[in-house]
């Protein structure tokens, strides 16, 4: 099964910089990385995706590791209203059927 | 936009008693999948579907049945409602392709008494 590895939780403080790890060493080669956020009482919203390069959006970046084997979401100024749940997730079974298998994901904490 | 749109949005049974979720898209998705979340756990996929007549368990499929006889719909069925079934549940679609996002319903919370 395709898994990834993240911690629970993470703490930061409002208007800084934020490093969100995740473990996937089971990726397979075609496999993109997903990051998912989840606020609170609110369904699952989509975050940023990649495949191999670094990827940026007005969200967040995702700095991907040249092995593939790991990957960090990068919020570049925290806020309040980033507080949230976030799922680093990949397709399984790896090279399989569209079916994404979430985690328990990392509780973002940002402290004012 | 109405996107992706579940209902109902609450709902209480009593144990043994059945119900559908029914969970709409209108952005023509191929894959749909229902997720269930308990207090303070992450999601866990329970059935989904790759295309219309087409269905699939997840990782928690037992005490449920879903179908998809149209596209844009996919509906999660309880025939005998249990407590261990109180949750909330999710349902979400996708287009085809392995880059593509997956766009989430605001969510049922069901509680079976």
């Known amino acids: 099964d395709a898994k990834t590895t993240q911690p629970n939780s993470m703490e930061s403080n409002e208007e800084e910089p934020v490093h969100l790890p995740c473990n996937h060493s089971?990726?397979?080669?075609?496999?993109?990385i997903h990051w998912y956020r989840q606020l609170p009482s609110q369904g699952p919203e989509y975050v940023i995706h990649?495949?191999?390069s670094n990827v940026n959006n007005r969200m967040a970046s995702l700095a991907i590791a040249e092995d593939r084997k790991s990957s960090t979401l990068i919020l570049h100024r925290a806020t309040l209203r980033d507080a949230a749940v976030y799922y680093c997730i990949l397709r399984d079974p790896p090279g399989g059927t569209y079916k994404y298998i979430f985690g328990t994901g990392t509780r973002l904490k940002v402290l004012a | 936009n109405a996107g992706v749109t579940q209902t109902p949005k609450f709902r209480v049974l009593k144990t043994g008693q059945s119900m559908t979720l029914l969970c709409a898209q209108d952005m023509n998705h191929e894959y749909m999948y229902w997720y269930r979340q308990d207090p303070g756990m992450g999601l866990r996929l329970i059935h989904y579907?790759?295309?219309?007549?087409?269905?699939a368990k997840g990782e928690v499929p037992d005490g449920y049945n879903v179908s998809r006889l149209k596209k844009q719909n996919f509906l999660l069925g309880l025939e005998s409602a249990a407590p261990s079934q109180t949750s909330v549940y999710f349902c979400?679609?996708?287009?085809?392709?392995?880059?593509?996002?997956?766009?989430f319903g605001s969510g049922t919370q069901l509680s079976v008494l």
């Open positions: 979400a679609s996708s287009d085809e392709g392995m880059s593509e996002k997956l766009f």
């Open positions: 089971t990726i397979s080669g075609t496999d993109y």
């Open positions: 579907s790759v295309g219309e007549g087409t269905t």
């Open positions: 990649g495949l191999t």
